[in-house]
């Protein structure tokens, strides 16, 4: 047992410190590390097989809705990114500057993009002329730098993976109808694939994106009560069109501008899956983005055939199109269970040679450590219903998590007093103004999420000033 | 006819201007165009889609041989690339410089990746302990940046895409059967997918990667009878592993140095597809990796049902596990014919009344413009068959194009003449000196591709100083 209790004790426990958690399970599941490179990560198989998994089923979602895949450049020239004036105010104080080409300096330094709607903006000035060209949807898997402070892995670091789309219309009404539609795709892939409920809403105009006329997001609440932004849907209006002459002849004949969104997520919602499902023993991944689904471990793997029998379960399971490996290393089977707990694997199938003897092998889920006897001629099928009830619990209890730790407050007092007993998201009432979300997040220390699309009146005023209001906003403490 | 004419008209035929003909097939087949950013591509849709298809294909491929993805950190810090001294000599010339992070110098500057090697030495060094740990066989798709002074449409860019693998072992045997094993791999993806024959070999000690012991090659001949180095894998030896101090403890209980391979292939391999398949009329792809393999082209459309037989034809295609699309735009046949042809769709499927009538439909071969009637019934079949024939024949045309302008040289003027007269690879003995290998560079104007796994004996004395020689080489204008 020394090995197995080994594995174990190097974890801090949640309610210890939750951001040693964090660091252990990211460390000890071998998901990432750190680099001689500050603030840059090594995204190691384990962590990048879960991206590969999120990208797989992203991008079968986009290209569902007609989105076409392709690649721009990684420097923007410090021209370009100054076009449009907001956005250039927003990223140049965090970007990484290229000064020099081979062995002579630059005419114009150019940054590592930051994000790419001045590339596409210049694409899409020189190469859309009609209204036959429209809409564009384009988007890129890639990286991005920005020259963060301080950084966690995967939350926030000075390189991070993403996909960023970017789409161009005839008509206002359809950009805003794409931008919508891009944060539904979120809001749908992180409820269903990642088992994490989002509330879904607008940002307000003092937490918009540079340059937008209106952000959307989608926003989770982790397992310590703090909120993560997990996605974000752009609607630019014609702004960045107006500043990069981005004009077409439309079918009366004038030259009009285009209307243009952008939508991201990223790496950080393996932090995010992490933060809502992890436990003390590791990580809990939901079996439709788990790389591997099923881990099969033989029990007296000494014994006559255990092994062979072992490897027959695999392959069926395989053959069934569950994502399954055979753990038939000398590791003894408690060192086994509890690395495969720490890698979140959703189910494990033990097997020994009474097991075989009873025609039967034993089931565990790694979210409630249940223990189900199965007959092996019923293996598939009670594999994959487990997965699918594994999936749908998980998401249950995140939900259940995120409802019993979401507050309702009326006046300044109460959201300071939730902030301080009580971490989750605060609903409360708004009157609008600016000058009141500033002082709630200077007073109270946190910040506003999002003005939900689905409204519930919590009270008649707002809570900070007190004048009528008619909006309520989610706020938190956000990673 | 005006607008097919038209399509048809802007491309430079192949004879007249190989280079123009290049140019134009990328532009008008909408695979890249350039960018604000000078020597930096935008890789388009459609050129996207193909190398969308080569990472898929070629990720199975990898991670068939037990390869997993990773990804490093995008700069390398001066310090670190300066480690290995052949390496930094190497690449330093043409790397890009970050010397300032937000608003701020940097310290130390950094260089956007030229190719990771020292990143992954630094990983290694520091998560590699034991015989245990041992092979590490990782890989990463991800963007790299050589500072080019003249560029081409993905053969040479400041920015291009590609994977590199890289790996360590416990001994020097397994290193160099890894070494072997990836080159294989590149191979017979680009016979296999690409329908590209290669020329396995090894690179000259003058040709080889900056830090490596030996490095492998596969070389192709373009249409115009010049060479593209296709794919590389290198040995390393343990020369990275004493510059980074990568040790492991092996089972002997001693400190060892790691052995070391790295392996890559870019998008460059577009520009072969373009450049031994292609024709006057536009691209021709491979089926294995067209990302459109059949086009269905509805004739008449204005007639009852035209359309509506079509798109029961894709379904059905699409059913049977081929990649297809319906062209049922306005555009007029004669358009879409040529716009299929440019765009290098393998196979389409024409459908008029009286095609429908008689039950039948018609098929058009891309390579060779044959037409098959096919009756409806039998059309998943024909249809699956011809990419499979259409696939082998454009294998076996550009083999027979390989094969007829590969010419045997016994001197250096007959080297020279061959050269001036008819573009093509040329084989020739070599005594193994450097300084014959120079001089025919030199005076031909040729470089040495590799010395070939496959040994024909062309001779018995070096083509250039007239000493016994019993290896021979390949030699071309290389791309």
Aim: hydrophobic content about 35%; overall charge negative; aromatic content about 8%.
């Amino acid at each position: 047992m020394a090995d197995d209790k080994k594995l174990v004790q190097e974890i801090t426990p949640m309610s210890e410190d939750f951001a040693q958690w964090y660091t252990d399970i990211v460390k000890k599941a071998e998901l990432c590390d750190y680099t001689s490179v500050k603030g840059c990560m090594v995204i190691k198989p384990a962590g990048y097989a879960i991206w590969e998994a999120i990208q797989a089923d992203l991008d079968r979602r986009f290209k569902a809705t007609g989105v076409q895949n392709c690649y721009m450049p990684l420097f923007i020239p410090e021209g370009l990114l100054q076009k449009e004036k907001d956005h250039v105010e927003g990223f140049a104080p965090e970007v990484a500057w290229v000064t020099q080409g081979g062995l002579e300096p630059l005419q114009e330094r150019m940054c590592v993009r930051p994000t790419s709607e001045t590339l596409f903006c210049d694409y899409y000035a020189k190469t859309v002329q009609s209204y036959r060209d429209l809409p564009q949807l384009l988007n890129q898997w890639c990286s991005v730098v920005r020259w963060e402070k301080t950084t966690r892995p995967f939350l926030r670091s000075r390189e991070f993976l993403w996909q960023e789309g970017h789409t161009v219309h005839a008509t206002a009404e359809e950009a805003q109808a794409r931008t919508e539609m891009m944060l539904n795709v979120y809001a749908d892939f992180c409820e269903e694939d990642l088992a994490i409920p989002v509330v879904r809403g607008q940002k307000t105009d003092k937490e918009k994106f540079a340059g937008a006329i209106a952000t959307y997001t989608i926003e989770s609440l982790m397992h310590d009560g703090k909120a993560l932004q997990s996605g974000t849907s752009h609607n630019f209006g014609d702004g960045f069109a107006r500043a990069f002459g981005m004009q077409f002849t439309d079918k009366d004949n004038t030259l009009k501008y285009m209307h243009q969104t952008s939508w991201g997520m990223t790496t950080r919602m393996i932090g995010a899956i992490i933060m809502v499902h992890g436990d003390d023993s590791g990580l809990k991944l939901p079996p439709h983005i788990a790389p591997t689904q099923v881990i099969v471990i033989p029990i007296q793997m000494n014994k006559e055939g255990v092994v062979e029998k072992a490897a027959e379960l695999k392959d069926r399971l395989a053959a069934a199109g569950i994502r399954v490996k055979l753990d038939d290393s000398d590791r003894r089977p408690g060192f086994k269970f509890a690395d495969c707990e720490m890698r979140g694997i959703p189910l494990r199938v033990e097997l020994g040679p009474k097991d075989i003897a009873a025609g039967q092998c034993v089931l565990v889920r790694r979210d409630t450590r249940e223990k189900i006897v199965c007959p092996l001629s019923e293996l598939e099928k009670t594999a994959a219903d487990l997965l699918e009830t594994i999936q749908k619990d998980m998401y249950d209890r995140a939900k259940e998590h995120r409802d019993s730790h979401t507050y309702d407050a009326q006046t300044l007092d109460e959201m300071k007093q939730i902030v301080a007993e009580h971490p989750g998201f605060i609903r409360a009432m708004w009157c609008g103004d600016r000058a009141c979300e500033d002082k709630i997040k200077e007073e109270a220390g946190i910040t506003s999420r999002c003005i939900p699309f689905h409204q519930v009146k919590v009270g008649e005023k707002c809570v900070c000033c007190g004048k009528p209001a008619s909006k309520m906003l989610y706020w938190g403490v956000a990673y």
